[in-house]
């Protein structure tokens, strides 16, 4: 069983940066594709980025393309993301989730493992 810790979610202003972090234990980390999902009040979880553990080749959602980078250090067991330019529509539960399969998916349904979110606000 992998779980997953997020951390480093806060209260900014729009276009402030903030790096989150995740934390993985109890798998093998670096055979997992990792993604953030995120989550606003009253909408749908939706994706945000993942890295694939061969390569580290990524995929990102239009919205956040040229703002967020995803990056992972497998000694560390930790998947970061790093937000710049943050806007008010960012403003979401962010959550980390683990993938087992070889392929770089967006579908959540696709993720075996998730974290328990840290809450990512920013102010206008």
């Known amino acids: 069983q992998v779980q997953l810790v997020e951390s480093g979610g806060g209260l900014v202003q729009a276009g402030d940066s903030l790096r989150l972090s995740c934390a993985a234990s109890?798998?093998?980390?670096?055979?997992?594709?990792m993604g953030w999902f995120r989550q606003a009040p009253g909408k749908e979880r939706e994706f945000v980025a993942a890295?694939?553990?061969?390569?580290?080749?990524?995929h990102y959602v239009d919205s956040v393309k040229g703002r967020f980078t995803i990056s992972r250090d497998n000694p560390k067991n930790t998947v970061y993301l790093q937000m710049n330019g943050l806007k008010p529509e960012d403003t979401a539960v962010y959550y980390c989730?683990?993938?087992?399969?070889?392929?770089?998916?967006?579908?959540?349904?696709?993720?075996?493992?998730w974290g328990q979110g840290t809450q990512v606000t920013v102010s206008s």
């Open positions: 989730a683990a993938d087992r399969r070889y392929v770089i998916s967006t579908t959540i349904d696709e993720y075996d493992y």
């Open positions: 109890g798998g093998t980390f670096s055979r997992y594709v």
């Open positions: 890295i694939h553990w061969i390569g580290s080749s990524t």
